[in-house]
């Protein structure tokens, strides 16, 4: 209660209403797969695009396990499901090293050997290196630095500098009276007492001052990929711009300041033995002119020192240096132990993968794991996506069928398969390839993760998500006809027809589950739906008092959520008395409830199931008869 003591009028706000209770996402998605590229034990991010997945996660080139060279089913599956109406995704990257355990960089050091499947510059430098963030083929990289040098600042006449910032990394170019070649760097000081420090230099036998700067281009190894520019970055690792970091040496630190960071930049750049920005820049001039080249005169290549304080423009090849990495692999192909994921032995470490990673994203309603069902491990990784989704109660599991599956196959698959939390699909989805532009087969749960998105956004997640156009498709695996589906439907196998001038649809909604009250998969994601908007929108009601106030409050705000519902079509019945009731008082709950501290609050919703079979019954009718 507020207090009141001194004599006055006190204005207070009151609510006169009870909670409201918003539905949940049911379009956000969870992927688990090998990839090009990318993180493996970081938390993922929520992607909107094919170009965002590319930028952190690679190209869609084929991924070679060893000897073995596969489709890159995940990149596939991630551009189905945009085309097919997909909105958000989150990408958790399975990978198994060539040797031992699934590792990063973190704690890694200059004298540390570069872990197995993670791209290295060649060039064998003892003070400079540059290595990709994460394993993977798609790290193979090139990265041009590429310096440049800013307009003269030192206005002689006047001797002062305009421009300057503390510790940018300058070449000062001497008066004409200096011999040839005396160009020299120096990491620019500004002390209150002192003024501006140029490495001891003396302003007064200076011609100009040019501020170098550096500016960063990474090429994938996928030509179809744009290039990363990071421009006009500083040099010296001290270097400050609006009160953040901006050198080199920072931008592509081994830690970063945020798991954003973390994500997307690609390389680290590490130093040894380069004390600050000059002796970078000195490093860079010898690793592009050599350690004794001469100054150079015309008509030979003018060394780097030398382009940098040239009045006349020079080409940015000529003032760039390569580093070209290599080394980096796709490591072997993941099986049951890297879909699973670590994480769970130390409940304190931060490093998550694959479906343990997914496990601390509460947005995400659909799981699956594209192309793992072309492996040897196809039916236990199943049971892992199966464990997540039952594990996390608010999700459904989206299964493949294996390839080249024949009838009598999916039928012993989908025998050893029983959850209400699971869909299966068949057969495998023919596309044109982007990258050889031939036919090739893909599992369909990319396609299907994106009719969920885009039936739930034009729909609602109520509606069965079947007899729906397959985006992208060109053909079936396998061209199956009613007669075949008569077998397949009843088991829980859902399937993919062709109909003539309505192209290619799924044609089936069913879950795994030999309960037959939990039958279609539009009934176990609405219940999903609910579950988790009344989960989310009754926290509120915790450490409350536990009273007759309280039970209205709650049975009011589920009621009047439940009565939206049916409004939309939801829920069967003519009057919202039919479809639903909400209870919560002393009928609901024990003294040894209250006394527990528990409110027991009673739903129940009459759902609207699928019209799965629609039956016609035409009959002879005589034209005198009466009706």
Known sequence: MPEYLAPGVYVEEVS???????????????????????PTLLSPDVITSLVEYERIYGDRQKLQFGTDSIDNYLWHAVRAFFENGGKRLYVARAYRPT???????AGHKYED??????????????????????????????VRVTLQAGPNIYDSASGTLNGLSHRDVVVLVPKATSPPGSASFAVATWSPT????LGGAVLGDLASVRIITATVTITPPDPNIPSFVYPDLALDKDHRRNGADDSLATQFALDQPSLGRARSIPIVVETKNLADGAA??????????????????????????????????????????????????????????????????????????????LEDIDDISIVAAPGSSASSDALAIAGKVISHAQFMRYRIAVLDSMPKQSIADVKD???????????????????????????????????????????????????APANEVVDGAVGLETILNKSQQDILNPLGVNCFRFFEGRGYRLWGARTTSSDPEWKYVNLRRYFAYLEHSIDKGTQWAVFEPNGERLWANVATSIKDFLFNEWVNGALLGDRAEKAYFVKCDRSTMTQNDLDNGRLVCLVGVAALRPAEYVIIRIGQWTADRKA
Do not use: C
Not at 26 to 33: A, Q
Not at 330 to 348: C, F, I, N, Q, S
């Open 16 to 38: 006169f209403r009870s909670k409201s209770i918003e539905g949940v996402s049911t379009t956000t998605t969870g992927f688990v797969g090998a990839a090009r590229y990318g």
């Open 99 to 105: 040797s031992g355990e699934i590792i990063s960089l």
């Open 113 to 142: 050997a570069v872990p197995p499947g993670f791209a290295r510059s060649t060039a064998g430098d003892a003070n400079l290196r540059v290595m990709a963030r994460f394993p993977g083929g798609g790290g193979n990289m090139r």
């Open 194 to 197: 002192t003024g501006w420090s």
């Open 280 to 357: 970078i820049l000195s490093h860079f001039v010898t690793l592009k002119s050599g350690p004794s080249s001469p100054p150079s005169s015309p008509p030979g290549p003018k060394r780097l020192d030398e382009l940098l304080v040239q009045t006349t423009p020079s080409a940015d090849a000529d003032r760039s240096y390569d580093f070209m990495l290599d080394g980096g692999n796709d490591g072997l192909r993941p099986g049951v132990k890297e879909y699973e994921g670590v994480g769970a032995a130390d409940p304190t470490s931060k490093e998550k993968s694959a479906l343990k990673a």
């Open 413 to 463: 698959m989908k025998g050893k398969i029983d959850s209400t939390y699971a869909a299966l699909y068949y057969p495998w989805i023919t596309v044109v390839d982007p990258v050889t532009r031939v036919e090739i087969n893909l599992p369909p749960s990319g396609f299907v993760a994106g009719i969920y998105a885009r039936n739930d956004i034009n729909r609602g997640v109520f509606k």
